[in-house]
């Protein structure tokens, strides 16, 4: 008999070890052998994580299976026309990114799971579901076979690879967006509103369908991972993960935060998943994938998220340019952006933004971060010359670039766009803006009849540059900005900080700096590898700054278009 799909399942035999079962069963006619693989990276997450470190027993009944390197098995086919292939794999990481699973719930994220046969990533998938018999609940976006209620269909790899799978007993409600049913399956214990969360969740779905022109999707799964401690979404062709102190949903601001990371992750649904740039899609899992764009991808993704909440009314206005000024803040008063242009923190995401030590702040900025400015900042400049918006431009790439010819876009593309909507030459901003490390041009505020002032300059404050921590009741540096006292007098990041001119610290080396004047000379005892050493620290002026968005003209018709 001739498989017509590759046959995946998942089962759970030795789940209380936190192991996960699974087995493939594919076509091999013609085939001296098939390499199976692991990949090294999921999409949405710009750091090679070896998934391949937690699969162990990777074997084929009889047949030899060699393994090539550290995602790589060779399965030797010996004439067989069917091919068997079992591995178990560890799952113990609760996170957005990876799996877990105990004999209470299992969450499985596709790549750590699920390896792939290369040669046959387009091929179709069945995947049949085994949950433990207390289990009542198997969630997964993707499409039921009329065979079963736990087997799916799947197009391809990609699909598989991307689509999670939540199973146990949980907490789960349904609505409706854009004539899309989506569910909410609530993973974990929390002091949740479901009704509420059926609200909130429906108002972001419905304001970014109705701005994209329609939902992608036959369906849509919000998984919400209510945890003791960590944070962070990820996004899905079809549903998104999202993490959320399980305890904070009665605390006003961190709920509000929780719904913009749910409308970040639900913008993905359209930038990212299917406007993407050209290097994201179809996706090498072996390696490291370069895109100069990940501000696009996530930076604009940023901006969506809080324009939603104020379209929902969530924010008013004037809460809005709070975390507007709040990111300026940020950015502005970060060593890092005179050393590192927007598109080399995309194209080095993988070194840098995932893999950040202690000098990253001196050197490196958030492509979140700048890109959410650029994304303002482009969105103005397409307002005040045209009858357009940064809106306008999702929708053509979407339209125009997805839907039209399946695939991702250009740099070019992407300028050539905002430009013809813009109805001027937009090369300049982006050369400015993405691509050298000049300061950011707010000017265009007062265009739209907003001040950009400075609410507290800190040049009245002795300053060294050193920030410290607690560490038991050692003073310990955490990090040192770039030509500032502390780098000049050789204090070092992991020093302990012991007294200065000659009294005990036993709070943040920070908080004495009061005491001090600007320009004064403090003695500073550390150690280093448990050596003491005494410098001599010069305090300079603070140069941080502290800029607030003020609105000057409220009747200004730029500024009601853009924050309607």
């Known amino acids: 008999m001739t498989l017509k799909a590759i046959n995946y399942s998942v089962s759970f035999p030795d789940v209380k070890s936190h192991y996960v079962s699974v087995d493939i069963v594919f076509n091999a006619s013609g085939k001296e052998f ?59 990481t609760v996170s957005v990114r990876q799996s877990y699973a105990d004999e209470y719930y299992a969450f499985l994220h596709g790549v750590s799971v699920f390896g792939y046969l290369e040669g046959y990533e387009d091929e ?15 969630e997964v976006s993707l499409p039921k076979s009329n065979k079963s209620n736990n087997i799916f269909t799947c197009t391809n790899y990609d699909l598989l690879a991307d689509s999670p799978i939540a199973l146990g007993n949980f907490d789960t409600i349904s609505y409706e967006s854009g004539n899309v049913p989506h569910k909410v399956v609530m993973i974990g214990d929390g002091n949740y509103d479901l009704s509420q969360i059926k609200e909130d969740f429906k108002k972001i779905s419905d304001s970014q369908v109705e701005m994209m022109g329609g939902h992608p999707s ?27 102190s399980r305890w904070n949903y009665t605390n006003a601001n961190r709920y509000r935060s929780f719904l913009g990371l749910i409308a ?60 507007i000024s709040s990111q300026i803040n940020r950015l502005e008063n970060s060593p890092g952006k005179k050393v590192m242009s927007l598109a080399h923190s995309s194209l080095l995401a993988w070194v840098k933004a995932y893999l950040p030590n202690e000098e990253s702040a001196n050197k490196t900025i958030s492509y979140y971060n700048k890109g959410l400015l650029a994304a303002v900042l482009l969105d103005l400049e397409i307002r005040k010359s045209s009858n ?25 593309e992407f300028v050539t766009i905002c430009s013809k909507l813009a109805d001027k ?42 920030s410290s921590k607690l560490q038991g ?41 009061s005491k001090f004047e600007i320009g004064e000379r403090v003695a500073v005892s550390y150690s280093r590898d448990e050596k003491m050493q005494t410098t001599k620290l010069k305090l300079l002026a603070n140069p941080e700054i502290e800029y607030e968005l003020i609105i000057k003209d409220k009747a200004n018709k730029l500024l009601t278009d853009w924050l309607e």
């Open 425 to 466: 030459d937009m090369n300049d901003f982006f050369n400015d803006v993405i691509y050298s490390i000049k300061p950011l041009n707010y000017d265009i505020f007062n265009d739209f009849g907003i001040d950009l002032s400075i609410k507290n300059e800190k040049s009245n404050q002795s300053w060294s540059g050193v």
């Open 473 to 513: 009741d050692k003073v310990v540096i955490t990090n040192i900005v770039s030509y500032s006292p502390g780098v000049e007098s050789g204090l070092s990041v992991n020093d302990e900080i012991i007294a200065i001119n000659g009294w005990r610290l036993n709070s943040k080396f920070e908080d004495y700096l």
């Open 124 to 138: 179709n998938i069945e995947l049949t579901i085994y949950p433990r018999d207390n289990w009542e609940n198997v």
């Open 218 to 244: 036959e369906q849509y799964v919000h998984f919400v991972y209510n945890v003791a401690q960590g944070g962070g979404g990820l996004e899905h062709a079809n549903s998104q993960t999202s993490m959320m």
């Open 264 to 323: 970040h992750e639900y913008f993905h649904l359209w930038n990212i998943k299917r406007i993407r740039p050209m290097e994201l899609g179809p996706f090498d899992y072996d390696k490291e994938v370069y895109s100069e764009m990940l501000w696009i991808a996530e930076g604009i993704t940023s901006y969506y998220d809080d324009r939603t909440l104020l379209r929902m009314g969530t924010y008013s206005k004037e809460e809005y340019l709070k975390i």
């Open 34 to 92: 098939v390499d199976f693989k692991v990949p090294v990276w999921t999409p949405g997450s710009y750091k090679v994580r070896e998934f391949s470190n937690a699969f162990e027993n990777v074997s084929a009944e009889d047949l030899k299976v060699s393994r090539l390197n550290k995602n790589t098995w060779r399965i030797f086919t010996n004439g067989n026309n069917q091919v068997n292939l079992s591995y178990d794999v560890y799952c113990f």
């Open 388 to 412: 357009h918006s940064l809106d306008d431009v999702m929708r053509m790439l979407y339209s125009d670039i997805y839907l039209k010819e399946d695939r991702g876009f250009t740099h070019e």
